[in-house]
């Protein structure tokens, strides 16, 4: 998507929502002088939030690096597990083990093994 294009509010846009998780269709609700989205609403949960161009179709390709047992992680991270794929680190359960949340279901994985 051409991030130069004039926008104007009920134009939809595609743009992860926090709230429900997902990346959906987001409704345009204002937009600046200059036709670029200021803010989005999600038409799911309803919630109204900043439009951040880079967080929309594009952001999946930026998630984490491959997973890797000899690194150190932390809560918030993100990671690529070769079979689970895309995962959020959730919870640092001990010291060398955590909880991964992947797209279907929590995990646990080691880490941190040196
Ligand atoms: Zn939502």
């Known amino acids: 998507m051409d991030e130069k294009a004039i926008y104007k509010v ?3 846009v595609d743009q992860m929502c926090v ?6 269709g987001h409704v345009v609700v204002s937009v600046s ?6 803010r ?4 799911m ?3 109204r939030v900043v439009y951040r161009a880079g967080t929309t179709r594009h952001a999946s390709a930026k998630l984490g ?3 890797d047992r000899g690194r150190t992680y932390r809560k918030g991270q993100t990671l690529l597990h070769p079979t689970f794929g895309e995962g959020e680190v959730t919870a640092i359960i001990e010291p060398q ?4 949340l992947f797209a279907d279901r929590v995990r646990r994985l ?4 040196s």
């Open 110 to 113: 080691i880490h941190a093994l």
């Open 10 to 12: 009920g134009d939809r």
């Open 33 to 38: 002088k200059k036709g670029s989205i200021t």
């Open 45 to 47: 949960c309803g919630s």
């Open 19 to 24: 709230t429900c998780n997902e990346e959906r």
């Open 97 to 100: 083990k955590m909880d991964v």
């Open 40 to 43: 989005v609403g999600c038409p």
């Open 65 to 67: 690096a491959p997973y």
